[in-house]
């Protein structure tokens, strides 16, 4: 009785902490600007191939595998941790045996998948620690970047251990009677000498530590770069379908440019009530869509997408993954500011003082970093938005490009060549 | 061979024709010294293989991309309804183009606008060509030649399009090599994204170089480029590393011409 009333308690002021994290982060979405989303169809078959069967992660075939292997165990574990929830609550013991057969597979391929885990952790710590890894630094990447990701590494490898002992212990506390298969704790419970005691207190002791463990890595998630595990899902089935070389249209110039190419509107005033946008292109959080702040979430700062771009691989300032790390940080920073008064100003923005011009214009728009993402983030489109605020909100484009924009004006070619050379090609043919 | 004269579209409708494709020669293909040969060398095939097509001549503007991409929606708005109003009066429905920014453009960007049309990259419609036995390469060209092709960013990641250009030059029974980054994980030339038209920012080096280097490593005798761009780029990262003599630059179009021997 005792027991199940501490579980509850403690179980309820996770499930408060958690509520408050999440609802300062919802409030966030409100500031950013709409994204609309269809064709659930395509976007669940996407989900499934991406996200479930990590088809983006095994491009790096070996830290894929071993990252695959780790998110597939931890769907078949977590159907156990729910469980023990129940269990808990109820102050009963393996409540969901019943379900017979299907209790079995879960059981067994958590068992297997807690070993895997383990072995495929402490891989993931040593490279963290010890190897040199080169996307794991950059500008972006603080000291508290890499704690961050060992801390996070040591709380699942503790849980897969606490896991682990769970299972050993209580196979060796009923030896004829346990419900579910656990194979290899099996093995391991039989090779160890114990008395029944110890069992009983190693089993409590285990139980709680994975518990709590869980419990304290739901709440440290947010605050992390480990959000992913609850971000990342629903960022791949947010993806975007179009071809990765498609730029969104932007409306409120096509409305602009068609009055200014129709004769009839051309000359006259702007029609009444009817409000100019507020900025083109992004210059701040307020401006990025909330599928652009979602990716900031999302971001695992695994950096796949700054190993891959051209201008970071020829040491230019630009990196993806700056892009992001950033526009999450600028939210945690202005996004408080802004809910309380919509006109709060910090005197800094997101481009410029955040996110450089020089950062901007060594985008290839190449879609090699896009193309890398595991979670579907798409960095292009957003470096773009940034572009289209210093272009058409600054006029700050390079020298070089402004005499593109004349050339394109004055002869519709971004060179300075005559329409009427345009067939000069087919003389003597 | 007989001398082609050009099919311009204006020319056409006076006499009441209209092409089943327009070629959209690009403004690379019309004016850089290099792209020409490449132009001129599509429409030898196009000719060689009875295709029905016009082009625009000079009623061809800019699609408007490198506006696009250098942050000018404004000026990428108003080039491309200028040219969907052009196309709509030529009643065209089937684009076929040499540059894959033009044809990223058209394909994916121009219906938001409401131009709606079937587009065709040259290495698609080359491939379709020399598929139906229209074009027959002859094999003894190129069988002692290495190439090697460089996949366009917005031909290759942006567009998914790796097998056409490859299906040409394997027509063309040469030797064929990869480099270690090709298609999806392909290494931009540097010059997407309205690079092109601006100095690269600081940094240790020019990205044709990084490109550059990876072609030669190869030890290919050919690159092969569908892409305006990508052809400066490479053209001139082959001739900083004073490797033109060992090394040459061509569009899939010229081999063909050349394997044709036309």
Redesign the interface.
């Known amino acids: 009785m005792l027991k199940q009333l501490v579980f509850i308690i403690v179980l309820l002021l996770t499930i408060s902490v958690f509520a408050f994290t999440i609802r300062r982060i919802a409030g966030f979405f409100r500031l950013t600007a709409p994204f609309p989303v269809s064709d659930w169809g395509r976007r669940i078959q996407i989900m499934l191939k991406v996200a479930i069967g990590q088809s983006r992660i095994f491009r790096f075939p070996v830290t894929g595998l071993l990252h695959a292997l780790v998110f597939w165990g931890f769907l078949v574990i977590t159907l156990g941790s729910i469980e023990m929830v129940i269990d808990g609550v109820s102050g009963l013991e393996r409540s969901m045996a019943f379900t017979g057969w299907f209790y079995d597979f879960v059981m067994a391929s958590g068992d297997i998948m807690a070993y895997v885990i383990m072995a495929s952790i402490l891989f993931f710590m040593v490279r963290r620690i010890f190897g040199a890894v080169k996307r794991f630094g950059g500008i972006e990447m603080q000291k508290k970047s890499k704690w961050d990701a060992v801390i996070a590494l040591l709380i699942i490898f503790m849980l897969m251990v606490s896991l682990a002992g769970i299972n050993i212990t209580y196979v060796r506390l009923h030896p004829n009677d346990y419900e579910g298969v656990f194979p290899l704790s099996a093995i391991v419970g039989e090779r160890l000498s114990a008395t029944v005691y110890q069992l009983h207190a190693w089993h409590e002791i285990w139980w709680w530590m994975h518990i709590l463990l869980i419990f304290a890595f739901a709440n440290i998630l947010p605050y992390s770069k480990h959000f992913h595990v609850f971000t990342s899902v629903p960022n791949v089935f947010l993806s975007r379908l179009e071809p990765l070389g498609y730029l969104p249209n932007m409306e409120s110039v096509t409305k602009e440019v068609r009055m200014m190419m129709d004769p009839a509107t051309a000359f006259a005033a702007a029609p009444e009530g009817e409000a100019a946008p507020v900025r083109f292109g992004v210059k701040d959080v307020e401006d990025v869509s909330w599928k652009n702040y979602l990716d900031s979430l999302a971001c695992t700062e695994c950096g796949r997408c700054t190993s891959v771009c051209p201008a970071n691989i020829t040491g230019k300032k630009l990196s993806p993954r700056k892009i992001f790390v950033d526009l999450r940080a600028r939210m945690k920073e202005k996004g408080p500011g802004l809910l309380k008064d919509p006109n709060f100003d910090d005197g800094k923005s997101l481009v410029r003082d955040i996110i450089t011009a020089e950062e901007l214009w060594a985008c290839t728009t190449c879609n090699a970093c896009a193309q890398e993402c595991p979670i579907s983030i798409n960095h292009p489109t957003l470096i773009l938005d940034m572009r289209r605020y210093l272009v058409m909100e600054e006029s700050a484009a390079p020298a070089a490009l402004n005499t593109m924009f004349s050339n394109i004006e004055n002869n519709g070619a971004p060179w300075q060549y005559p329409q009427d050379d345009r067939l000069k090609w087919a003389e003597n043919l | 061979m007989e ?2 004269s ?1 099919p ?1 579209m204006s020319d056409l409708a006076a006499r009441g024709e209209s092409p089943e494709y327009l070629f959209w ?1 690009g ?1 690379a ?4 010294e290099r792209y ?1 040969k490449v ?2 060398a599509f ?2 095939l196009l000719h060689h293989a009875g295709v029905s097509y016009g082009l625009l ?2 009623e ?3 699609t ?1 991309d ?10 990428f ?3 491309a ?2 040219v969907i109003e052009t196309l709509k009066a030529y009643n065209v429905t089937k684009i076929i183009t040499c540059c894959p920014h033009c044809f ?1 453009t058209f ?3 121009y219906p ?2 409401g131009g709606h049309y079937e587009v065709v990259h040259h290495s698609q419609f080359l491939r379709k060509l020399v598929d139906e036995g229209r074009l027959k390469a002859d094999p003894s060209v190129f069988s002692d030649k290495t190439i090697v092709f460089h996949d366009p ?2 031909l290759g ?4 399009e790796y097998a056409s250009p490859r299906a040409v030059i394997a027509a063309l029974r040469s030797k064929t090599t990869e480099m270690p980054r090709t298609r ?5 030339c ?18 044709n ?3 550059t280097e990876e072609v030669l490593a190869t030890g290919a005798d050919i690159v092969a480029t569908a892409c305006p761009f990508c052809m400066t780029m490479l053209t001139d990262g082959i001739k900083f590393r004073d490797k033109q003599e060992r090394v040459k630059n061509y569009d899939i179009a010229e081999l063909l011409v050349q394997s044709l021997g036309l």
């Open positions: 001398k082609i050009i311009v020669v403004c293909g019309a004016f850089d020409q132009t001129r429409v030898k001549g000079k061809e503007t800019c408007g490198p506006a696009r991409r250098a942050g000018n929606e404004m000026l708005q108003m080039q309804l200028t990223n394909k994916n960007e938001d606008l960013c917005y990641r942006g567009n998914g999806s994980k392909a290494l931009c540097g010059a997407g994204g309205a690079q092109m038209f601006k100095e690269a920012e600081p940094g240790n080096r020019e990205v170089a990084e490109r």
